[in-house]
């Protein structure tokens, strides 16, 4: 069985996320901050050897990919692959929202304000179907639809046939897709109501029987 080594990192900060607004297929460009997240992480990463680079088609995304590919002394021409598989989870009419208000309107019909509270009660799947119930058209994804798309994009990833047992590949991704791995994934030893930084790292070993995470948000899981 093919196994994986996946450097996961959350793309660097941009304009909706100093505003506090929901950001998922929507986007916003990096800000110069989010470019110097980018930048560092490059420089933390530039003697991995990477046989393949896989981010969302958002330009968040690719813009940071970018930027620590260029950064690498090792990796050849290694060439950065784009899919919707692999975008935030999509927010519907709550796209470019502010946080707070969206979260409270998730939260409302179970009595809870914030997207902490609502975690902690009910955990980050139910999270992702109360927002599409609160969202008045319904097309925010709910948990089945989020990892349909996700699970899909993992499954490309194990489906290249030049990547072998034991390659590192670079991914690009987004904070709540890092909390949703570390939810279903982080058998419980990973903190979820709170997302991971711009720019961190996160180590997963990707299989089919599915993913291990050993280091998450720049620290190792135990």
Known sequence: MKTINLIVV?????YFNRYNKLQGWGNSPLTEAGIDDAQRVGETLANVSFKAAYSSDTTRAMDTAKYILAANKVSGDVTLTTS????????????GSNMDVAW????????????AQIVDAYGVDKTKDLLKDADPWH??????EYWQRVDDGFAQILANEQLQDG??????????TLISLADRYGQGKIQVHERPENGSIAHMALSEAGIEITQYNNKKVN
């Open 139 to 144: 097309d925010a994804e709910n948990a089945a």
């Open 104 to 115: 409270t309107a998730a939260g409302a019909p179970v009595g809870l304000t914030t997207y």
């Open 167 to 176: 390659d590192t590949v670079l991914l690009i991704s987004h904070g709540n």
């Open 84 to 95: 919707w598989h692999f975008r935030e989870e999509f927010y519907g009419s709550f796209e």
């Open 10 to 14: 959350r793309h660097g900060k941009t």
